[in-house]
T-cell receptor
Framework: NAGVMQNPRHLVRRRGQEARLRCSPM?????VYWYRQLPEEGLKFMVY????????ESGMPKERFSAEFPKEGPSILRIQQVVRGDSAAYFC???????????FGSGTRLTVV | DAKTTQPNSMESNEEEPVHLPCNHS???????IHWYRQLPSQGPEYVIH???SNVNNRMASLAIAEDRKSSTLILHRATLRDAAVYYC????????????FGTGTSLTVIP
């Protein structure tokens, strides 16, 4: 079992470009969660998705950020028109059900230059 | 969500036991106590969880106070690989709400 796979591990984008972060959950997990960790800060919940549905996006910034978890393929966190403040580590986690524990990926470290 | 309070940082000597405290005075009857840890440059990993009784696994032990208003994560013999930020999180088993991470306790292990 490969665990939660996130790619890329490191992503560099210029201001104004788009960033796409991918997350493949563990086999058998249909619940995906995205977290953001700014430098020297804790993890902040962003969004919770099940297949084809957004369940809770209360932690997502209102503009430029979107997430999807299609029927086939990985979950995608998309950041449009990136700014320097978007530089952070983005972690994805998956679970088997809503009450199960999470398994986290190793994260994608986004740097906006 | 019920809040947890943890010390910002702790130190331990290698090969000695470590007791990481967590206060959760507003815990509800259906809140499980979860512990995760985050090693440098990695995603968080599950350590242990419990409801009322003390729990043991290969990584650690969880001691829960009788009134459930506090708990302690016990690492029986700290190694350098245990240096991490440890998060104590409450989660309502009924609603299955998301894990909300606080600032945790940064554990330094001294060789």
């Amino acid at each position: 079992n490969a665990g939660v796979m996130q790619n890329p591990r490191h992503l560099v984008r210029r201001r104004g470009q788009e960033a796409r972060l991918r997350c493949s959950p563990m086999k058998g997990h249909s619940h995906v969660y995205w977290y953001r960790q700014l430098p020297e800060e804790g993890l902040k919940f962003m969004v919770y998705l099940q297949k084809e549905n957004i369940i809770d996006e209360s932690g997502m910034p209102k503009e430029r950020f979107s997430a999807e978890f299609p029927k086939e393929g990985p979950s995608i966190l998309r950041i449009q028109q990136v700014v320097r403040g978007d530089s952070a580590a983005y972690f994805c986690a998956s679970s088997q059900g809503q009450v199960n524990g999470y398994t986290f990926g190793s994260g994608t470290r986004l740097t906006v230059v | 969500d019920a809040k947890t309070t943890q010390p910002n940082s702790m130190e331990s000597n290698e090969e000695e036991p470590v007791h990481l405290p967590c206060n959760h005075s507003t815990i509800s009857g259906t809140d499980y106590i979860h512990w995760y840890r985050q090693l440098p440059s990695q995603g968080p990993e599950y350590v242990i969880h419990g409801l009322t009784s003390n729990v043991n696994n290969r990584m650690a032990s969880l001691a829960i106070a009788e009134d459930r208003k506090s708990s302690t994560l016990i690492l029986h013999r700290a190694t350098l690989r245990d240096a991490a930020v440890y998060y104590c999180i409450l989660r309502d088993v009924g609603t299955g709400n998301q894990f909300y991470f606080g600032t945790g306790t940064s554990l330094t292990v001294i060789p």
